[in-house]
């Protein structure tokens, strides 16, 4: 398998080295497309096709990256089968399984966060815990983000965030699985930065395995591989059913305020909102005692699913 991978990989290179297409002439300036003067207007302007007005080699070699950039992404989709099939597998399984409705946000739910990342390892001292599902291959979660930054420097360790990455698209699945073997490392603040880095108005391809390796150079590669074909296999796995099964999560990103769903990238008074919420509550919960643990309690009297 790995051979066959090294083989894929070596491809992919060879079509990344491929010439760019030459850019686009532009028509000169006093005519139009129809080829009436440009200070005599036609009553017949046809919409011109396509690259109708580049020369044939221009067009042709256009044709021809277009098809590389095909073949680029399928190779990258074997390379990813190979790795992740049977992650792949279970995540179709679960799809196609029952759809189940959608988490009400008066209910307090059991979200369970073992193994997931968080901003505060080892600390189980918050009061309040935001479970956000995330995929940064697309720009709500992104913006959610954002906002999750401002209210971490609100409200500081009684704010924690704990992040379930998760597989929407095909070609997140990549990124997810990055993630956990950088979470492993204890460099997940970092893997985060490297996919930010990445700009959305780009291709889906920078989001492959290939590039990504590229990008998360900072690993250590032998624990990295390891992790990817093990132990991030199995959480990727649970993580899907959990959310797709459980709780019907179609999309990112989502959240669970101590246990209290929010769909989508809202605004930040909405989640300021809840958050002071939760946290008088929890005020009043433990009066002068600890707060060591206190999530873990909510986890274990939390509605089990909608």
Not at 100 to 122: F, H, K, L, W
Not at 143 to 157: F, V
Request: aromatic fraction near 6%.
């Amino acid at each position: 398998m790995s051979e066959r991978i090294r083989q894929l990989e070596t491809e992919v290179a060879t079509l990344k080295a491929a010439p760019p297409a030459p850019a686009p002439v532009p028509p000169p300036r006093d005519r139009l497309d129809d080829g009436a003067s440009a200070d005599r207007p036609s009553a017949s302007k046809k919409r011109m096709p396509p690259h109708a007005s580049l020369p044939p080699d221009v067009a042709e070699l256009q044709a021809k990256v277009t098809q590389l950039e095909g073949s680029h992404n399928e190779m990258w989709n074997e390379v990813e089968r190979l790795l992740f099939g049977d992650v792949i597998a279970s995540d179709a399984a679960v799809k196609r399984g029952q759809p189940r409705p959608e988490p009400r946000g008066d209910v307090a739910y059991s979200v369970p966060i073992a193994g997931n990342p968080t901003d505060q390892p080892g600390d189980d001292t918050a009061k309040v815990t935001w479970v956000v599902g995330i995929e940064l291959s697309e720009p709500f979660t992104r913006r959610l983000l954002e906002t999750a930054k401002t209210l971490r420097t609100s409200y500081g360790k009684d704010l924690r965030m704990v992040f379930k990455p998760m597989v929407v698209h095909e070609w997140g699945i990549a990124s997810a699985m990055l993630l956990c073997a950088a979470d492993r490392q204890g460099k997940f603040e970092q893997g985060i930065a490297a996919l930010l880095a990445i700009d959305l108005k780009g291709v889906r391809t920078d989001f492959r395995i290939g590039p990504l390796r590229q990008r998360f150079h900072f690993l250590d590669k032998v624990q990295a591989e390891a992790d990817l074909t093990g132990s991030c296999k199995k959480q990727m796995r649970d993580e899907q059913t959990w959310a797709k099964s459980k709780f019907g999560m179609v999309g990112t990103p989502y959240s669970f305020i101590n246990g209290r769903y929010v769909a989508g990238a809202q605004g930040e008074e909405q989640f300021r909102k809840l958050i002071d919420e939760e946290l008088a509550r929890a005020n009043q919960e433990l009066g002068n005692a600890s707060s060591k643990g206190y999530y873990d309690r909510l986890v274990k009297r939390g509605t089990k699913a909608p």
